[in-house]
């Protein structure tokens, strides 16, 4: 059986067509587990003080300054940036080499409570005020994890009390 030129063409098209889509579920597929690999990534700030941009550009415009070791979340990479955010929700763009892969968390409470042993019961070593800063140690199964202040005490604080993990 002899086909047409028209049905040639159909045929190529329709090809075409399901090509097209395969190669757009392809890369939407992509860019979904790339953005899935960086979901709750943090780093921090690694310089004493780094602009941040509305866009992946030394020319955009600059949005706030941010000083050393304030925790960040990834939310994408692109080559030399990183587009962050903030424990108040902001998003903002930094050139990655300002960022740290050391980790901190922040007080995102009045005064969160910082323990000997990840149990309440046990001693209190300090409170810690809201937006002070401390180094992740190590995340503690059950809502955990163990922190240390500037000052050098450690000990484990609530992960509802802070932001960065």
Known sequence: MELSLSQDRRAALDFLFVLSTLFALLVFSCSV?????????????????V???????????KLYVASVNLPLEVVVKVVGWVKVRDYHGYLAW???KNLSPKRFVIVKV??????ESPDPASSLIFQAQQDVLL???????????????????????????????
Not at 42 to 49: E, G, N, R, V
Not at 51 to 61: E, I, M, Q, R, T
């Open 33 to 49: 587990i790339a953005q899935e690999n960086v979901r709750n990534e943090f780093l921090s700030i690694a310089k004493p003080a």
């Open 51 to 61: 602009v941040l941009y509305d866009a992946p550009s030394l020319n955009a415009g």
């Open 94 to 96: 930094a050139e990655d």
């Open 135 to 165: 180094e992740l140690l190590g995340v503690v199964a059950g809502g955990w994890v163990k922190v240390k202040h500037q000052n050098s005490q450690t000990g484990y604080i609530r992960t509802d009390q802070i932001w960065g993990v």
């Open 110 to 115: 009045p005064a969160g409570s910082v323990y």
